[in-house]
């Protein structure tokens, strides 16, 4: 069951946070959001989430260089990472699997059902 597992939501469009939470939280999920990478750096050993769901463009640095530091930090290294993000280059998709993320979705291709599938697939259920 999903009860326990945490996700932490790090992304900065206030409507697409809204969606996500609740949508995550119907699923069964508990949701922790940070709205820039370094909240999210910051949030990261508070929370101990079971997934990161992050987008990549972000108002203070990227999601690549937020993932690089959430990556070093301890418990870091084996936390799945789902991309969430409007870049659709295929040299972000690269760099992101690079960086150890399970999936690369871009937003405008996934219904927020289909996202809620795909994470629910990456923790097991």
Do not use: C
Not at 37 to 47: A, L, N, R, S, T
Not at 96 to 116: C, H, M, P, Q, W
């Amino acid at each position: 069951m999903t009860e326990n597992k945490k996700i932490l939501l790090i992304e900065d469009d206030v409507f697409m946070v809204g969606l996500l939470v609740h949508e995550l939280q119907e699923a069964g999920f508990e949701v922790v959001t940070a709205k820039t990478g370094v909240e999210g750096i910051k949030k990261f050993p508070e929370v101990k989430p079971d997934l990161i769901l992050l987008d990549i463009l972000l108002p203070d640095q990227n999601g690549f260089d937020t993932l690089r530091t959430i990556r070093r930090q301890p418990g870091g290294p084996g936390t799945k990472v789902i991309v969430l993000s409007n870049l659709a280059e295929w040299s972000d998709v690269e760099e992101a699997k690079r960086l150890g993320a399970l999936d690369y979705l871009v937003k405008t291709n996934f219904s927020l059902e289909e996202i809620v599938e795909k994470i629910q697939s990456a923790l097991g259920r």
